[in-house]
């Protein structure tokens, strides 16, 4: 299932009409512990490369990655309730860090780097909500169960928001970068 642009979990009419769907990580997962970091590479590497497109579907608010997307990186999923889902960027983020910690290689996470900045701000501007009191939740959003819908603070949701703003602070600070950024996400 690997092609020219990534490797998703079904790249078939079968399976999402022949779509990138975002579970792209389990597939890294995979090549990444098999010793592949050559073909592991061109996840991240897609994701990259989709940057400007999900740049735009975030109107300048970070990088929205389309939940089920075309070579280009639009969203191409059917209509329905999974496309609120946002713990996408979280595996995108794991695994473009991971990618890193795996290879050491310093130039790609500089190359990568955006990506991974942009998840981030495209999460504190999508779900991130701050209530009267000041505290802080999470919008309501489609869990990966996919048939509860709207969930506030859900566990994936929680979990892939906090790490990929980890992540994000790591990346920065190994790379000298947005340091008035770092204790903002670490916060």
């Known amino acids: 299932n690997s092609g020219q642009w990534s490797s998703s979990c079904g790249i078939l009419a079968s399976n999402w009409e022949g779509r990138f769907l975002h579970d ?5 997962f995979g090549l990444i512990s098999a010793n592949h970091p050559d073909l592991a590479r061109k996840i991240p590497n897609w994701r990259w490369l989709t940057y400007d497109v999900a740049v735009q579907r975030s109107r300048g608010n970070g990088t929205y ?5 075309t070579e280009e990186g639009n969203e191409s999923s059917p209509i329905g309730q999974w496309v609120d889902e946002r713990y996408i960027h979280g595996e995108i983020s794991e695994h473009t860090w991971r990618y890193y ?22 999460l504190i501007y999508d779900i991130l909500k701050y209530n009267p009191d000041g505290s802080i939740r999470l919008r309501a959003l489609v869990p990966p169960v996919e048939h509860v819908y709207p969930a506030e603070n859900c566990n994936y949701s929680v979990c892939a928001f906090a790490r990929s703003l980890q992540i994000a602070a790591r990346a920065a600070t190994i790379l ?12």
């Open 24 to 28: 792209e990580m389990f597939v890294f």
């Open 65 to 69: 990655y389309a939940w089920e997307s």
């Open 101 to 122: 910690l795996y290879t050491g290689d310093k130039a790609s996470l500089e190359q990568f780097y955006p990506v991974l900045k942009g998840n981030v701000e495209w």
């Open 176 to 187: 000298g970068r947005d340091p008035d950024k770092v204790n903002e996400w670490l916060e």
